[in-house]
């Protein structure tokens, strides 16, 4: 199976800030590589795909990059609906994995 | 645009079995590859199950393998996942999520439903 590492798993950060999150892959994924947002108690949302392809609707402070192995999701100046935990997840085989995720709290 | 929402959980002492409905509306619902993703409260996501757009392959996770059936029916625009021999440590909210076939991403999401295994 793949396995998806993530870091930090945790990160205060205030209103404006630039942050970046990796995601480190075990093996070569190419670009199947996805980024989640999820919020306590609902289901996560997809923002971006496909390693660097912004998913409808999502702003575009929002960014994602990388290939291989090594991926970043950076969110360009965090806004207060931002606070949530973020996963990322390898779409390249089967088993999907997902990495442990980030939770991005407010400093 | 396809809206999932799941149906079945509840409580079951182990050893039982519980039956999971994902619902979808619209008519792309065929077009899906559909999974089951499982959450226990605060903690991480973790893939359960993936079933093809036909229904001719399916896929398991290695920890419910034997003990979790995953099944769709087109015609109902429905997925299901039979859920035998269950643990406690099955215990979860569990998503039904359907990959789309470009890109091969987690594009639709039911809002949950919880499985708790306990006597």
């Known amino acids: 199976d793949i396995q998806m590492t993530q870091s930090p798993s945790s990160l205060s950060a205030s209103v404006g800030d630039r942050v970046t999150i990796t995601c480190r892959a075990s093996q070569d994924i190419s670009s199947f590589l996805n980024w989640y947002q999820q919020k306590p108690g609902k289901a996560p949302k997809v923002m971006i795909f496909a390693a660097s392809r912004l998913q409808s609707g999502v702003p575009s402070r929002f960014s994602g990059s990388g290939s291989g192995t090594d991926f970043t999701l950076t969110i360009s100046s965090l806004q207060p609906e931002d606070f949530a935990t973020y996963y990322c997840?390898?779409?390249?085989?089967?088993?999907?994995?997902f990495g442990q995720g980030t939770k991005l709290e407010i400093k | 645009e396809v809206q999932l929402v799941e149906s079945g959980g509840g409580l079951v002492q182990p050893g039982g079995s519980l039956r999971l409905s994902c619902a979808a509306s619209g008519s792309t619902f065929r077009s899906y590859w559909m999974h089951w993703v499982r959450q226990v409260p605060g903690k991480g996501l973790v893939w359960v199950s993936r079933i093809n757009s036909d229904g001719s392959s399916r896929s398991y996770a290695d920890t419910v393998k034997g003990r979790f059936t995953i099944s769709r029916d087109n015609a109902k625009n429905t997925l299901y996942m039979q859920m035998d021999s269950l643990r406690a440590e099955d215990t979860a909210v569990y998503y039904c999520?359907?990959?789309?076939?470009?890109?091969?991403?987690?594009?639709?999401w039911g809002r949950g439903t919880l499985v708790t295994v306990s006597s």
């Open positions: 997840q390898q779409s390249y085989d089967t088993p999907r994995t």
């Open positions: 999520t359907g990959e789309a076939m470009t890109y091969w991403y987690f594009d639709l």
